[in-house]
């Protein structure tokens, strides 16, 4: 049930001396359509935030300020939007933040993915090596298999070792069959 405070609100808001008024103010809300681009927003919702902004406009106005009311809903629409953009730009800023370039990888661990990136400037080359390489995990044994994946994640010979409790020479002896591997399969 609507409380009659509630009831008031909508009788007002939803009045024909509210639409006159607000017939005013769909300049200023198209104006600022055409200069701001907000996601997902369309000729409604604009619309829709304008009266909502200038609903709050009306009722916070202070005619000894010196401003009119289309004045006043102006200033207060332009921040109003000028937020809800900033609030979708920081949205959007985010979702990079799980993301990790690999010049950026290549710095933080050191490894060659670096050259890998500069050699490769308009990516067929990456796509290539990926579909040449597409069955190469499966030619290798399950010794080989370990010690390829440690190479992956960065590791020396010497820490393959000590980690899979092998000597240096297994473990030297794998690293060569697997480049072998790598050079037939490309």
């Known amino acids: 049930m609507i409380e009659k405070k509630d009831r008031d609100v909508f009788d007002r ?11 005013t103010c ?9 200069r701001y681009h907000l996601i997902g927003y369309d000729r409604d919702d604009w619309l829709q935030e304008g009266r909502l902004v200038f609903w709050k406009s009306k009722e916070s106005f202070d005619e000894s300020k010196g401003i009119s ?18 609030t979708q730009m920081a949205q959007k800023r985010n979702c990079g933040l799980a993301t990790v370039s690999l010049e950026e990888l290549a710095e933080r661990k050191g490894d060659s993915s670096k050259k890998v990136a500069a050699d490769q400037e308009d990516g067929t080359e990456g796509v290539m090596l990926r579909d040449s390489l597409k ?25 393959i070792s000590e980690g899979a409790q092998l000597t240096a020479g297994q473990v030297c002896n794998a690293v060569d069959r697997v480049k072998r591997k790598i050079r037939n399969a490309l």
């Open 69 to 86: 009311l289309l004045g006043f809903f102006s200033i207060n629409f332009r921040r109003h939007i000028i937020s809800l953009f900033r």
């Open 13 to 23: 808001v939803y009045s024909d001396e509210f639409e006159r008024e607000f017939e």
């Open 26 to 34: 769909k300049g200023i809300i198209f104006a600022l359509m055409k």
């Open 135 to 159: 069955g190469f995990s499966d030619s290798l044994s399950g010794f080989e298999l370990i010690v390829w994946l440690n190479l992956l994640l960065g590791k020396s010979s010497e820490e």
